[in-house]
């Protein structure tokens, strides 16, 4: 029996513009401090499985990326 160890049981990768799924990257482009810059790409294939075009960084740096993109933005919504 896995573990669950994530509230989201799903996502999906949808162009703002058309509001329907896509296969085309959604990048976020990151840098860090004496360290360097890359992007992320997330997409999905044919199958409809999700990847991350991770350039050979960790699911955690990942994590850390995704945690700090959410907290540098407004909510349009703020609901704290």
Known sequence: MT?????IDDIKISDFETEKLINNPFKILWS??????GEFAFYEDEQGELYC??????KDFIKKC???FVDKCKLTSDNE
């Open 3 to 7: 573990k669950k160890t994530s509230i």
């Open 32 to 37: 860090v401090k004496k360290f360097g810059f």
């Open 53 to 58: 075009d991770n350039e050979y960084m960790s």
């Open 66 to 68: 995704l945690t700090a």
